[in-house]
């Protein structure tokens, strides 16, 4: 087990109507200005986004609206944000939304908080915000994690380029996570948010540190249950408990309690994210999905005990003690089913990516030649090739 921090600030409020105390929230941290930032029309038809507002009108709380946020959220519709919170002296960022919002939201907040930087140069140049406006959300999709999470990631249309990074300043100062408010979230998303809350464990479960008992144990748990959750999820949309376990294991995905010890690096998500910012149209989880298998099949040999220990402990496969690799790749083939019968792609063919881009995906995917992706197996442009070719 390596050495490690955790740090988890983010304070959460769970449970049944729990988006009512809201205004009651934003007045007990004494913030007077609040940007209310949010996606497309499902947040005003629902009648979230008023039951919101009044409850900040009825603390006497003002605020300002913008909406808009798409899935991968766009550098543009952030600095329209950072220029709107400036320009009116907000002092809080509140998310309505699910992980895009999020994102947008934590963007903002760092560019409204260092107005000296160009916001998109945290992503590129290694350099972090030195402060930025404090963030709190209400969420409404159980998927990326941000709720919780250090994490931020931008997609700049201009350049065709999807990149992230993580800051202390991109921690919530509280979330809101009311089950009820999935409902509504389509088969679809849903089956997205369940890919997403896996890949975000499963990223940090294959890492090539060794003896961290304890950690394995949590991941393989909370994959289980996201498993089973997400079955549920996909035939009864309205099922409480199986909304509210993968509303809580999203949260615990990805706020490193399942990497605790180990270190890590989610290559697969670094390749969704080349892919996703070509294609704007590719949902994240969608992308994932597609990926995911070809990367384990490309990597297992180098690790095939790691990929029989899953296989037997998540799905219960017997292991093949004489050759440990055949009960990896079925560990793998019951993960590429299980995807299939959410109605996720497990291809880039299906996903409608064009062959003849993919050598330019890979090219992306090592900063131009600047990195490779450590990992189980190093990765390097040849092998993120490799990858993607198997995924056609």
């Avoid at 995917?365 to 600047?370: A, D, E, F, I, S």
Wanted: hydrophobic residues 40%.
């Amino acid at each position: 087990m390596e050495n490690f921090e955790f740090y988890t600030p983010t304070r959460m409020i769970f449970g049944k109507d729990t988006q009512h105390q809201v205004g009651k929230l934003v007045k007990e941290y004494g913030f007077k200005k609040v940007l209310v930032h949010f996606g497309g029309a499902s947040a005003k038809k629902s009648g979230l986004l008023d039951q919101v507002l009044d409850a900040l009108k009825a603390e006497g709380i003002q605020y300002l609206t913008l909406g808009g946020v798409q899935a991968n959220p766009t550098l543009a519709m952030a600095r329209q944000g950072i220029k709107l919170c400036l320009e009116e002296q907000v002092d809080f960022i509140l998310a309505v939304g699910g992980g895009s919002v999020l994102d947008s939201s934590k963007c903002i907040a760092d560019g409204a908080g260092n107005p000296e930087e160009d916001v998109w140069d945290f992503f590129t140049k290694g350099i972090l915000p030195k402060k930025a406006l404090p963030v709190g959300c209400i969420l409404t999709l159980a998927a990326s994690g941000s709720e919780m999470s250090a994490s931020c990631v931008i997609t700049n249309e201009e350049e065709g380029l999807k990149r992230g990074f993580n800051s202390v300043t991109h921690r919530p100062l509280f979330s809101i996570c009311n089950p009820e408010l999935t409902y509504s979230v389509n088969k679809f998303q849903t089956g997205c948010g369940t890919v997403d809350i896996m890949m975000h464990t499963l990223e940090r479960y294959f890492s090539p540190t060794k003896d961290t008992m304890l950690t394995d144990r949590i991941a393989e748990g909370l994959l289980k249950t996201v498993i089973e959750a997400g079955t549920v999820a996909d035939q009864k949309p309205d099922d409480y408990e199986a909304r509210a376990s993968l509303m809580w294991a999203g949260s615990l995905s990805h706020n490193n309690l399942t990497s605790a010890g180990r270190t890590f690096l989610m290559q697969v998500h670094q390749l969704e994210h080349e892919l996703s910012g070509m294609y704007p149209r590719i949902a994240h989880g969608a992308g994932l999905s597609a990926l995911w298998p070809s990367w384990a099949r490309f990597v297992c040999p180098a690790a095939p005990e790691r990929f029989a220990r899953y296989a037997v402990k998540v799905w219960n496969l017997e292991m093949d003690f004489e050759n440990p690799m055949n009960t990896a790749l079925a560990g793998i083939q019951a993960t590429e089913d299980f995807f299939k019968s959410l109605g996720m792609p497990v291809s880039l063919r299906e996903l409608e990516v064009d062959p003849e881009r993919l050598e330019e995906m890979a090219v992306k995917c090592t900063n131009m030649g600047k990195r490779t992706l450590a990992g189980i197996r190093e990765l390097g442009k040849d092998e993120m090739l490799e990858i993607y070719r198997m995924a056609m």
